[in-house]
């Protein structure tokens, strides 16, 4: 079993949904990073929590410490949102990676 | 300006070959990575330094050796490539080690080893 595990593996959805991703973790963290993993494979950081929420544009990224899960939101999804999203757990110096959501938003 | 460049992009080699990738940042960060995606897209850690110091070295096989001549540059020399090692190898810099500090990743270096 992985240390971080997400949920779903895979996720369609209509233009306009709101989407949500989960991620569990079972290791001690003192930050929880989302990344987005572009089609074409360039991966970049949409964000670091260690406690709470913090938006950014549609995006929404919420972390419960106590529970050791977080998830990340879009709302009103888009098709240039389909993408594989990532969640990975800062533990120690290093960071531990989900295996990933692939999403795919058609128009 | 890129941020983080890696070379080349794509690799395609036989077995038994040595092979580098190269890593540069221009963002002035202390610390950077290398990270192994494989055929699952699942990523882990291999290494990482910090103002050319190794900090991280994550079980990674002998023949897989980092070199960071300054902080702006953390390269990655594989010796004796095997079918197992084909996969995407991902550059990263953060402006330290600390849990809070962004990653920014290369667009990765496809390695395929026949």
């Known amino acids: 079993k992985n240390e971080v595990e997400q949920s779903p593996q895979n996720l369609t959805a209509q233009e306009g949904e709101f989407i949500t991703i989960n991620c569990s973790y079972s290791?001690?963290?003192?930050?929880l990073h989302w990344l987005q993993q572009h089609p074409g494979g360039g991966i970049v950081s949409l964000f670091m929590?260690?406690?709470g929420k913090k938006k950014h544009g549609r995006l929404i990224a919420t972390i419960n410490i106590q529970e050791k899960h977080s998830s990340l939101h879009i709302t009103a999804s888009h098709p240039r949102d389909s993408a594989v999203y990532i969640c990975?757990?800062?533990?120690?110096?290093?960071?531990?990676f989900g295996t990933g959501t692939r999403l795919q938003v058609f128009p | 300006d890129t941020a983080v460049s890696q070379t080349p992009k794509y690799l395609v080699t036989q077995m038994g070959n040595d092979k580098s990738i190269k890593c540069e940042q221009n963002?002035?960060?202390?610390?950077m990575y290398w990270y192994k995606q494989d055929s699952k897209k699942f990523l882990k850690i291999m290494f990482s330094?910090?103002?050319?110091?190794?900090?991280i070295n994550e079980t990674v096989p002998n023949r897989f050796s980092p070199k960071s001549p300054d902080k702006a540059h953390l390269n990655l020399h594989i010796n004796s490539l095997e079918l197992g090692d084909s996969a995407v190898y991902f550059c990263?810099?953060?402006?330290?080690?600390?849990?809070?500090?962004?990653?920014?990743f290369g667009p990765g270096t496809r390695l395929t080893v026949l």
């Open positions: 963002l002035g960060h202390d610390t």
């Open positions: 290791v001690g963290i003192s930050a």
């Open positions: 929590l260690s406690s």
């Open positions: 990975a757990a800062h533990n120690t110096d290093k960071l531990i």
């Open positions: 330094y910090n103002n050319k110091e190794l900090i």
């Open positions: 990263a810099s953060s402006l330290s080690g600390l849990s809070y500090n962004e990653q920014f």
